[in-house]
Nanobody, 125 residues
Framework: QVQLVESGGGLVQAGGSLRLSCVAS????????MGWFRQAPGKEREFVAA????????GYADSMKGRFTISRDNAKNTVYLQMNSLKPEDTAVYYC??????????????????WGRGTQVTVSS
C-alpha cells in the first residue's frame, strides 16, 4: 500500500504560479513511478505529468509542456509539480498518483493504483 497526501493548491491569478507537493508513505518511494492528474468539473480525469522512480525520465501532456515541471526528492518521499503561467483552464482538482507496479512512468490513468485525495487549484482571469 502507498498513502499519498497532496498540498499546495489554492487560488491564483492568471499568469501566476503554484507548486504542488505530494508526500508518499508505505513503500520504498524510489521503486515506483509517480504522476499528476487533474479533473475539472464535468470532465474526465486527465494526465498532467509523470516521472520515473529515479526522476531521470519525465513526461507531460502537450498543453502543459513548457509551463509545468514535475520533479521528485526520493530522500523526502515527495513529488512536486511546479506550475507556471497558469491559465483559467488549468482550474481543477489535482491528484498525485503512484504506479506501484512500475519503475517507469506511463500516461495512462488506469495504470496508477494509488491516489491522493486531491488539492484544488483555481485560476482566476
Amino acid at each position: 500500500q502507498v498513502q499519498l497526501v497532496e498540498s499546495g493548491g489554492g487560488l491564483v491569478q492568471a499568469g501566476g504560479s503554484l507548486r504542488l507537493s505530494c508526500v508518499a508513505s508505505g513503500r520504498t518511494f524510489s521503486n515506483y513511478a509517480m504522476g499528476w492528474f487533474r479533473q475539472a468539473p464535468g470532465k474526465e480525469r486527465e494526465f498532467v505529468a509523470a516521472i520515473s522512480g529515479s526522476g531521470r525520465s519525465t513526461g507531460y501532456a502537450d498543453s502543459m509542456k513548457g509551463r509545468f515541471t514535475i520533479s521528485r526528492d526520493n530522500a523526502k518521499n515527495t513529488v512536486y509539480l511546479q506550475m507556471n503561467s497558469l491559465k483559467p483552464e488549468d482550474t481543477a482538482v489535482y491528484y498525485c498518483a503512484a504506479d506501484g507496479r512500475s519503475y517507469y512512468y506511463t500516461k495512462v490513468v488506469s495504470s496508477y493504483d494509488f491516489w491522493g485525495r486531491g488539492t484544488q487549484v483555481t485560476v482566476s482571469s
